[in-house]
């Protein structure tokens, strides 16, 4: 199986910063994009930044300018740099994962149990 494991959530002031982090272990051949989404109490889960194994990044374009992304592919983590952060920013915050076991087989989507964290005014 492959496993994300987050840490760094928690409450935080609004102008503060936070940053997670995410670690794949297991079975793991190769990755391909990996990434971080939000979601909030009645929404729909949704995008906040992905980065491809090359360094191809994209944010969602409420976050870009305040959130930094960034991996290490030696290490199969990833990270997310959150910092001016807005009440609206309160989520929980999931790691996501493209993977493959091994070679020859098609790459699976992952998610991590995901990570709160909350913004105060």
């Known amino acids: 199986q492959v496993r994300l494991v987050e840490s760094g959530g928690g409450l935080v002031q609004a102008g503060g910063s936070l940053r997670l982090s995410c670690a794949a272990s297991?079975?793991?051949?190769?990755?391909?994009?990996m990434g971080w989404y939000r979601q909030s109490p009645g929404k729909q889960r949704e995008l906040v930044a992905t980065?491809?194994?090359?360094?191809?990044?994209n944010y969602a374009d409420s976050v870009k300018g305040r959130f930094t992304i960034s991996r290490d592919n030696a290490k199969i983590t990833v990270s997310l740099q959150m910092n001016s952060l807005k009440p609206e920013d309160t989520a929980v915050y999931y790691c996501?994962?493209?993977?493959?076991?091994?070679?020859?087989?098609?790459?699976?989507?992952?998610w991590g149990q995901g990570t709160q964290v909350t913004v105060s005014s």
């Open positions: 996501n994962a493209d993977a493959r076991r091994y070679l020859g087989s098609s790459y699976s989507n992952y």
């Open positions: 297991g079975s793991i051949f190769s990755i391909n994009a």
């Open positions: 980065i491809t194994p090359g360094g191809s990044i």
